[in-house]
């Protein structure tokens, strides 16, 4: 910036803090330099909303009442902007890491399948070279102890290098099953394989001890309405907010979260009787519905939020009862929340 530019901000700067009556107040004085040189970089907004914050900021101001009270309240409403401004760049970062896990999850199997190929096809050229090599030490030892000794050795040597491949083979099986375990669209979330792996686990250790087992089934309301209405990224979107808060809940009480199927995600609670699961339930619930959730396009999110809901069917492990049945549970509950209005919490009953 030139001298003459500098002089000419800073007396438009005075002309601005003269107008309000500001003054010298280091705490307001730090509030219009944010609205008149900062809010520029706040990328999500148009260039029309940053004008329109600045706006609805300064007829604050305008009002000069530079109160303690009013000063909190400008505060918020720059938090939340700002807030606003984070959240669209996580689930823009939680977007791309989506992408990458799915791609990631690709590359793997083609890795070891790939792999799998290789070795097989290098332990033939290996036994084949083995064999020529035993009937040739065969053929040319006379004492049959040293021909059984060097035949000794070099089956010895063959097996410690198919060990070695075999381990190396086995680390990339692990590092496969761990990315194949997590849903490639909502990464925090377990998929269906391995939910229902960990319900079966659950259950049988169930009834191995005495201790309650406990199961959420959420469900978005009207996701379909979302779908159409504002398209399938909305939709998406809707989804990965669910995923967060879902996770920020289950991960206080050591819980396991899975995605369902299709927008229907599950809480699973060892060691939780019904009645606490029930107010794990409705703590989500409320999260869910004063969710700031805003539509993005192109990048920018919407001036209004849309408000979305959740209904939960919550159901406790029963003595006779398998794993299916303790999720059919839970599925049943969750249909009477939505047959009863939705965004509520039910629990299963006979």
């Known amino acids: 910036m030139t001298q003459k530019n500098a002089r000419k901000s800073m007396g438009e700067l005075s002309a601005i803090l003269k107008n309000f009556g500001i003054d010298n107040d280091q705490d307001w004085l730090a509030i219009v330099l944010f609205v008149r040189n900062l809010l520029t970089k706040l990328s999500i907004y148009s260039d029309k909303k940053k004008i329109e914050i600045q706006q609805e900021i300064f007829r604050e101001l305008a009002k000069k009442d530079f109160s303690d009270k009013q000063f909190e309240t400008i505060i918020a409403m720059l938090d939340m902007y700002i807030m606003q401004t984070i959240g669209a760049l996580e689930l823009e970062e939680s977007l ?64 410690v290098e198919f060990k070695e491949e075999a381990r190396e083979l086995q680390a990339k099986a692990r590092m496969l099953e761990h990315t194949a375990n997590f849903d490639p669209m909502l990464t925090e979330l377990h998929n269906r394989r391995a939910l229902d792996a960990f319900i079966n ?13 406990s199961l959420m089934m959420i469900d978005v309301d009207h996701f379909k309405k979302v779908n159409d209405t504002y398209g399938h990224q909305a939709g998406d979107d809707f989804l990965h907010a669910l995923a967060r808060i879902i996770c920020a809940h ?23 009787t ?45 003595t006779d009862w398998n794993s299916g049945k303790l999720v059919n549970a839970a599925d049943t509950a969750l249909y009477e929340a939505k047959d009863s209005g939705r965004n509520q919490v039910c629990t299963f009953t006979d």
């Open 201 to 213: 686990d659950a259950v049988l250790g169930q009834r191995k001890k005495d201790a309650p087992l």
């Open 96 to 159: 791309a890491q989506e992408k990458r896990s799915a791609t990631q999850l690709l590359n793997e199997m083609h890795g070891i399948i790939n792999s799998m190929q290789g070795n097989c096809e290098r332990q033939n050229r290996k036994l084949d070279a083995f064999k020529e090599q035993t009937v040739g030490v065969i053929k040319s030892g006379k004492d049959q102890s040293l021909i059984v000794s060097k035949v000794r050795d070099m089956f010895q040597d063959l097996i």
């Open 250 to 272: 289950a991960i206080q009480y050591q819980s396991f979260t899975a995605r369902y199927g299709g927008e229907e995600l599950v809480i699973v609670m060892k060691g939780m």
């Open 274 to 318: 019904l009645d606490k699961a029930i107010l794990k339930a409705e703590a989500i619930r409320a999260d869910v519905e004063s969710y700031d959730f805003r539509i993005r396009t192109d990048g920018q999110l919407a001036n209004k939020p849309i408000q979305f809901t959740v209904s939960i069917g919550v159901a406790q492990w029963r």
